[in-house]
């Protein structure tokens, strides 16, 4: 059997983690801010929350809006995350590669197509008293 090292990491506990673990959370969002499709997500969000709070949508059907965009943020995280990956093991082009961004950016449409979807209907609903 193969032996396994320990992690280079020092891995922190209790409060020291959560403090750890909110530094590395703040220095995932900094990242993310570098890319334009997460700062374009960003504006749709607040463009769609302005646009439910104008036609007098209710606190739950914002809340309901903030958390799908909120799974739009994570899942950007994510792909951003492979295709960093993606670049630093495989630098050249290849199937498995475009396969991994591919699939990642697809995960990013999904969650902007039910965003969409909801902001949609939530605000014909009340445009059209439905």
């Not at 909120?70 to 475009?98: C, H, Q």
Request: a negative charge.
């Amino acid at each position: 059997m193969a032996e396994f090292s320990k992690s280079a990491v020092t891995k922190e506990t209790g409060i020291r983690h959560f403090f750890a673990a909110a530094g590395y959370s703040w220095g995932g969002f900094q990242r993310l801010l570098q890319e334009s499709a997460f700062r374009q997500e960003l504006l749709f969000a607040a463009a769609g929350l302005i646009l439910l709070a104008v036609v007098g949508a209710t606190l739950a059907e914002i809340m309901i809006a903030v958390v799908l965009f909120l799974g739009v943020f994570a899942i950007e995280a994510m792909n951003t995350a492979v295709e960093e990956v993606i670049d630093r093991i495989s630098p050249e082009i290849s199937n498995v590669g475009k396969h991994a961004k591919d699939l990642g950016s697809f995960a990013v449409l999904c969650m902007l197509v039910a965003s969409g979807l909801y902001l949609l209907y939530t605000i014909a609903s009340h445009l059209l008293f439905l």
